[in-house]
């Protein structure tokens, strides 16, 4: 049974800095990209930054140039390190791991974990 497994959210101030980190744990093969999303109230899941398995990275516009995403290939884990936090980052992060096989042969598919509040105070 794969799961993802997410740690390091909480409450900080608008300025600060947060790292999240999410690990993949079971049986697994492969995965392709791992990344984070985030929702905030009564708003849509929006993508914040994903890391392929080859190390290339996407960033939404509104994290640019202060968030960074970084992955261990080994450990299944990916991290993404938060600077310079503001209130509008407030929301609900969730680790996803897309194209990830258990065994060689199964078919790909993409997990999500349960989600890391963020809170930045303003």
């Known amino acids: 049974q794969v799961q993802l497994v997410e740690s390091g959210g909480g409450l900080v101030q608008a300025g600060g800095s947060l790292r999240l980190s999410c690990t993949a744990s079971?049986?697994?093969?492969?995965?392709?990209?791992m990344g984070w999303y985030r929702q905030a109230p009564e708003s849509q899941r929006e993508l914040v930054a994903t890391?392929?398995?080859?190390?290339?990275?996407k960033y939404s516009d509104s994290v640019k140039g202060r968030f960074t995403v970084s992955r261990d290939n080994a450990k299944n884990t990916v991290y993404l390190q938060m600077n310079s936090l503001k209130p509008e980052d407030t929301a609900v992060y969730y680790c996803?791991?897309?194209?990830?096989?258990?065994?060689?042969?199964?078919?790909?598919?993409?997990?999500w974990g349960q989600g890391t509040q963020v809170t930045v105070s303003s």
């Open positions: 890391i392929s398995s080859l190390g290339l990275t």
């Open positions: 996803n791991a897309e194209g990830l096989r258990p065994v060689w042969y199964t078919t790909p598919r993409d997990y």
């Open positions: 079971g049986t697994i093969f492969t995965i392709n990209t």
